[in-house]
Nanobody, 124 residues
Framework: QVQLVESGGGLVQAGGSLRLSCLAS????????MGWFRQAPGKEREFVATINWIGGITVYADSVKGRFTISRDNAKNAVYLQMNSLKPEDTAVYYC?????????????????WGQGTQVTVSS
């Protein structure tokens, strides 16, 4: 069984930065793409970023492109989301997810393991 545990969320002022971390259990972490999604109150879960199995390919939602950076460290079974220039509209619960394949995409149904989420709140 794979477990994903996020950390690093919190309250930050607009323009600030946060770094989210996600630690995964299991020996096959490096065989799968990883992704970050977020869900704001009253809204559907939305794609934020994904990174392929070895970290060479990254894809971002247009809303975060240029501000957020996804990375991974396969030796530590970890994936990160560096968030800069945060905006109030970035406020949401952020979820780490493991894809079913080596390369992920924007569809949450292509991810079969999810963390419990970490709250990010950006004040104006």
């Amino acid at each position: 069984q794979v477990q994903l545990v996020e950390s690093g969320g919190g309250l930050v002022q607009a323009g600030g930065s946060l770094r989210l971390s996600c630690l995964a259990s299991g020996r096959t972490f490096s065989n799968y793409a990883m992704g970050w999604f977020r869900q704001a109150p009253g809204k559907e879960r939305e794609f934020v970023a994904t990174i392929n199995w070895i970290g060479g390919i990254t894809v971002y939602a247009d809303s975060v492109k240029g501000r957020f950076t996804i990375s991974r460290d396969n030796a530590k079974n970890a994936v990160y989301l560096q968030m800069n220039s945060l905006k109030p509209e970035d406020t949401a619960v952020y979820y780490c997810a493991r894809a079913r394949k080596l390369v992920g995409n924007r569809d949450p149904y292509d991810y079969n393991y999810w963390g419990q989420g970490t709250q990010v709140t950006v004040s104006s």
